[in-house]
């Protein structure tokens, strides 16, 4: 059989895994503090042959561009300016990264993201907040308390831990959440700062994703059509064969 039913195969293959990725960003697209996500593919040639290639590797990386930053006037709402991230404490127990900076303090006195994950200090443990204070977070990520009666005298809870690491070291798991791929924790960055009272939005151009579903979905056509042709002729070639014995 023609090697093109092969290479139109694996391209069918890999297109649908890139829809899927498209698909994934656009529903993503007003996540605070979403990184896109990207395809990364290559081609291999077909048993050394100069004219069929595969595609493969449909490996899942991650734009890390920053996103937008809208204010919001939350006391709680930080949004990271350039790079970095907020270190937070995953479901497994273990440190993991994230840009989403829309914090609350959970029911037991902890500072968490709106999404439950508890808040890291440079300690690598939780920042607690007492009962009846209103918090501040400043711009290097100190978070203070002001009492709600008597005295409004700030006192520091605590510093959120902005870690910074290499772009290139930076995987998402299947939680969203980014750790370093070696397993190694990113260490507190001094320099980093976030501005208060803001978010971050996604970094996904929902246009350019749009655009990317048709294309693929017209480039998955195609691949069909192609597999259907080695097909048809495979089968006119049969006959030929066939006739002239």
Known sequence: MDKLIYTAMTGAKYLLARQDTAAQNLAHVSTTGYRAQVDALRSQAVGGSDTRVFATDATVGSDFTPGPVQETGRDLDVALVGKGWIAVQALDGNE????????????????????????????????????????????????????????????PLGKIKLASAPDGEMARGGDGLFRRSNGDTADADPNLRVQPQALEGSNVNPVEAMVTMIAVARQFEMQMKMMSSADENARQADKLLGSGT
């Open 96 to 155: 993991a990264y994230t840009r989403f900076g829309s914090l609350e303090v959970s029911a037991e006195g902890m500072l968490q993201t709106r999404t439950g994950l508890p808040v890291l200090d440079g300690g690598g443990g939780p920042i607690v907040v007492p009962p009846d204070v209103n918090l501040t977070i400043a711009s290097d990520g100190t978070v203070s308390a002001i009492p709600v009666s008597g005295a409004k005298v700030a006192t």
